[in-house]
């Protein structure tokens, strides 16, 4: 029903930037809660940033506060996560989620079964 397809992936420089494009493919876009997790070599996916369906609310875990920002622009399908003073061990592959439900909340956007649709991944590296 939704396709999500990443892009600005790419290797850069401890403390460089990137931005990351999430375009969604379908219908009623603005309906759905958005995500970017990432997941590295031997590591479980992990939750790096949310935004709700008007984009007026966002979460970061902690280990990205302060650095990323994630955005939305529901008129253009696309979701963003900019990426500022990056580091070695942000270096992950990076997959935007879309969930349909209707909470917005910590408890929920944590739970990787709650999103109904996943992107291909796209991969970050941040060398040293």
């Known amino acids: 029903q939704v396709q999500l397809v990443e892009s600005g992936g790419g290797l850069v420089q401890a403390g460089g930037s990137l931005r990351l494009s999430c375009a969604a493919f379908g219908r009623f876009f603005s309906n759905y809660i958005m995500a970017w997790f990432r997941q590295a070599p031997g590591k479980e996916r992990e939750l790096v940033a949310a935004?709700?369906?008007?984009?007026?609310?966002?979460y970061y875990s902690d280990s990205v506060k302060g650095r990323f920002t994630i955005s939305r622009d529901n008129a253009k399908n696309m979701v963003y996560l900019q990426m500022n003073s990056l580091k070695p061990e942000d270096t992950a592959v990076y997959y935007c989620?879309?969930?349909?439900?209707?909470?917005?909340?910590?408890?929920?956007?944590?739970?990787?079964?709650?999103?109904?649709?996943w992107g291909q991944g796209t991969q970050v590296t941040v060398s040293s």
């Open positions: 935004i709700n369906r008007g984009g007026s609310n966002t």
């Open positions: 989620a879309a969930d349909a439900g209707h909470y917005f909340s910590d408890y929920r956007i944590y739970d990787m079964k709650s999103y109904d649709y």
